[in-house]
């Protein structure tokens, strides 16, 4: 089996795909909009497609977690996101159960040593 295995693709996409919701939801504690969020993200080493971000940032907007507005800038159109107050309330929920699921599968992964 290697990396390109299509069951490890899956499996590691499936893994991927709820934490880019959490670091989504945490970088847009900070106004941003579309490629300065991809920027951001990839900065921190999360890289993620356009066609995974946006129907993403059109969900968490659709669920009420996000706000967003369209602005000009640079002579151009661009919508801008930000976290709502829900999504705010439910970013810090969220990272608590990230760090417990963290410490588990640490502790896991730490036996089957």
């Not at 959490?22 to 920027?39: M, P, S, V």
């Not at 990839?42 to 968490?60: H, Q």
């Not at 996101?81 to 929920?93: D, I, N, T, V, W």
Request: aromatic share 8%; with cysteine.
């Amino acid at each position: 089996m290697n990396a390109t295995d299509p069951l490890f693709e899956n499996l590691r996409l499936e893994l991927r795909r709820g934490c880019l919701t959490l670091a989504t939801l945490a970088q847009l504690r900070r106004e941003h909009y579309g490629y300065t969020l991809r920027k951001a993200l990839a900065d921190r080493g999360l890289a993620i497609d356009e066609s995974t971000l946006y129907p993403l940032l059109r969900r968490l907007e659709s669920q009420g977690l996000l706000l967003s507005q369209w602005r000009e800038e640079d002579k151009r159109n661009k919508r801008f996101y930000r976290l709502s107050p829900l999504g705010e309330q439910m970013l810090a929920q969220l990272v608590g159960e990230w760090q417990e699921l963290n410490a588990s599968i640490h502790r896991i992964l730490g036996e089957s040593e």
